[in-house]
């Protein structure tokens, strides 16, 4: 398999893993700046959290284009056709901002289904960008979420890892998919497990000792920390996602 593109978007400060139109793999920061990551105090309805984020980066002084990573919560998971219909609304402001272009989306992007007290409709709840950073910065990035299905084949459902098995074994099977996904993320941005501080794993299925074993002694014992939300990725049929981060500094608003 080849490696993946890791073109730098210079506009924003950052570079990106090529992905699929609605996100990309994952972001790092490029050198002379650094990724800060933003966190709504609530969840809010996608135009009205695109809206803080906009007033957010203009109160810094930064450019739309500084926009780098975002994370959605969506009320439930979507058909396949309802995902991308979803997605092209979506990615309707990103090109309003200048961020979307020819097709290429350089922004990353975790989107997942809360099982308790989900949104009514699709809703912002963090999103990061980059900022100036004097002298040298240690690296921060933020990996895209990655179920167990490979993206960019014409559908999920025939390429799901073990398909409707969430039995311990489907479950540590799934684990170990998503998480050698992380994996070659951050090994395309060049970072790597000691230059993480956090995991979060999605999924309302029981991984108990699987995070231990399938994610601490495979190699992430160096991270801060792993959160395991109840929620499920955004298309039916999938039942884990990852994603992992090191912003240089994170805030809470709104």
Avoid at 86 to 103: K, M, P, Q, S, V
Avoid at 228 to 233: A, F, N, S, V, Y
Wanted: charge should be neutral.
């Amino acid at each position: 398999m080849s490696a993946p593109e890791v073109p730098a978007f210079r506009d924003g400060g950052y570079r990106f893993i090529k992905g699929v139109f609605q996100y990309s793999g994952g972001v790092a920061a490029e050198p002379g700046f650094r990724i800060e990551r933003a966190r709504l105090r609530r969840p809010l309805p996608l135009a009205q959290g695109f809206a803080v984020a906009e007033a957010h980066l203009k109160a810094l002084g930064r450019p739309l284009l500084a926009f780098c990573a975002c994370e959605l919560r969506s009320p439930k998971p979507f058909t396949e056709e309802g995902f991308v219909a979803f997605n092209r609304h979506y990615t309707e402001t990103l090109a309003r901002w200048g961020i979307y272009r020819d097709g290429v989306n350089p922004v990353g992007r975790t989107n997942v289904c809360p099982d308790f007290a989900p949104p009514a409709e699709p809703s912002l709840y963090a999103f990061s960008y980059t900022v100036p950073a004097a002298g040298t910065a240690a690296p921060s990035f933020i990996v895209s979420g990655g179920g167990e299905a490979p993206e960019g084949k014409p559908n999920y459902r025939d390429h799901i890892v073990r398909r409707g098995d969430t039995s311990r074994e489907g479950m540590r099977d799934k684990l170990r998919y998503v998480f050698d996904v992380m994996v070659g993320r951050m090994a395309a941005l060049g970072v790597g497990w000691t230059d993480a501080l956090d995991v979060q794993v999605y999924t309302v299925h029981d991984i108990g000792a699987l995070a231990m074993e399938e994610i601490v002694r495979r190699g992430a014992a160096p991270v801060s920390a792993i959160t395991w939300h109840l929620t499920r990725p955004p298309v039916v049929g999938l039942d884990c996602e990852m994603d992992v981060r090191a912003p240089a500094a994170e805030h809470v608003i709104g």
